[in-house]
Antibody, heavy 121, light 110 residues
Framework: EVQLLESGGGLVQPGGSLRLSCVASGFTFSTYAMSWVRQAPGTGLEWVSGHSVHSGATFYSNPVKGRFTMSRDNSKNTLYLQMNSLRVEDTAVYYCAKGNSGGSFNELEYWGQGTLVTVSS | QSVLTQPPSVSAAPGQKVTVSCSGG????????VSWYQQLPGTAPKLLIYANNKRPSGIPDRFSGSKSGTSATLGITGLQTGDEADYYC???????????FGGGTRLTVL
């Protein structure tokens, strides 16, 4: 059974940093693309970043480019999202999601339960 | 303002059919595959349709997808009260290089 378990969310002041983790199980983590998607309270889904194992490339949405860094440790089956220079508008539930292939970012077949990040003074 | 445009809400009676539209442009829907997600209240999204019209295992054939030009459509037949949820379309946008989601459509089964 595929499972994705996020952690690391919490309350942080504007300008602060947080690192989210997502532990994966039930599939060969190193062979699938992974993404982070967020959802601000009462709003829709927003893709944040994704890593392709086909190309080795990592992509970011414009609002987080230069502030967030996505990485993965295949030996630990873990995905990370390092978030720096956090802004109030980064407040959201952050989901990690598994692509259905090594290069798929928008075909997200499994999702974690999400972790809430609140940026507030 | 989402890159992909969806109606904010749709509604229909139990047993009826409903469609949800998703309109984009040449750099996204026009040149890439479309996915659809269902998000039940308080839960994580679930993949309903990928590659324009394919269903993951376990998704009933009441759900269907299609694409034409720069628009895509999700169809749901035999509506059930359990289908009440938010539905999102998504695709890759070649300029810039990101995934874009629609703003979401809330389905109400009257």
């Amino acid at each position: 059974e595929v499972q994705l378990l996020e952690s690391g969310g919490g309350l942080v002041q504007p300008g602060g940093s947080l690192r989210l983790s997502c532990v994966a199980s039930g599939f060969t983590f190193s062979t699938y693309a992974m993404s982070w998607v967020r959802q601000a309270p009462g709003t829709g889904l927003e893709w944040v970043s994704g890593h392709s194992v086909h190309s080795g490339a990592t992509f970011y949405s414009n609002p987080v480019k230069g502030r967030f860094t996505m990485s993965r440790d295949n030996s630990k089956n873990t995905l990370y999202l390092q978030m720096n220079s956090l802004r109030v508008e980064d407040t959201a539930v952050y989901y990690c999601a598994k692509g259905n292939s090594g290069g798929s970012f928008n075909e997200l077949e499994y999702w974690g339960q999400g972790t809430l990040v609140t940026v507030s003074s | 303002q989402s890159v992909l445009t969806q109606p904010p809400s749709v509604s229909a009676a139990p047993g009826q059919k409903v469609t949800v539209s998703c309109s984009g442009g040449s750099s996204n829907i026009g040149s890439n595959l479309v996915s659809w997600y269902q998000q039940l209240p308080g839960t994580a999204p679930k993949l309903l349709i990928y590659a324009n019209n394919k269903r993951p295992s376990g998704i009933p054939d009441r759900f269907s997808g299609s694409k034409s030009g720069t628009s895509a459509t999700l169809g749901i037949t035999g509506l059930q009260t359990g289908d009440e949820a938010d539905y999102y379309c998504a695709t890759w946008d070649s300029s810039p290089l990101t995934v874009v989601f629609g703003g979401g459509t809330r389905l109400t089964v009257l």
